[in-house]
Nanobody, 126 residues
Framework: QVQLVESGGGLVQAGDSLRLSCAAS??????????MAWFRQAPGKEREFVAA????????SYPDSVKGRFTISRDNANYMVYLQMSALKPEVTAVYYC?????????????????WGQGTQVTVSS
């Protein structure tokens, strides 16, 4: 099992940028080969895919709603995953979750990820 802790959320204004961080730790297991992703969930809505990245960092996936504004990256040496968000809009207000998948194939389906963090709140004011 991989433990995930998100940070970096907060209250920002429309048009601002924000970088979320996800610190991963794997008790007794290697983190190697894990695909990682970010999801978000707004009140009353289903969990929504935001970005995914393969172990190597070469393969990335984004939904059209964030493409060009959000960038996912990872630092495997330090067990970190990041989500850089720019040109933020009020409609992206949500709790953002980091997720880990114990295979090196990325997917947009939340049920394909085994481990989840507690989430970090992102609020964008207009």
């Amino acid at each position: 099992q991989v433990q995930l802790v998100e940070s970096g959320g907060g209250l920002v204004q429309a048009g601002d940028s924000l970088r979320l961080s996800c610190a991963a730790s794997a008790s007794g297991r290697t983190f190697s080969g894990y695909a990682m992703a970010w999801f978000r969930q707004a009140p009353g809505k289903e969990r929504e895919f935001v970005a995914a990245i393969s172990w190597s960092g070469i393969l990335k996936s984004y939904p059209d709603s964030v493409k060009g504004r959000f960038t996912i990256s990872r630092d495997n040496a330090n067990y970190m995953v990041y989500l850089q968000m720019s040109a933020l809009k009020p409609e992206v207000t949500a709790v953002y979750y980091c997720a880990a998948r114990n295979t090196d194939t990325i997917t947009e389906r939340p049920d394909e990820y085994q481990d989840w963090g507690q989430g970090t709140q992102v609020t964008v004011s207009s």
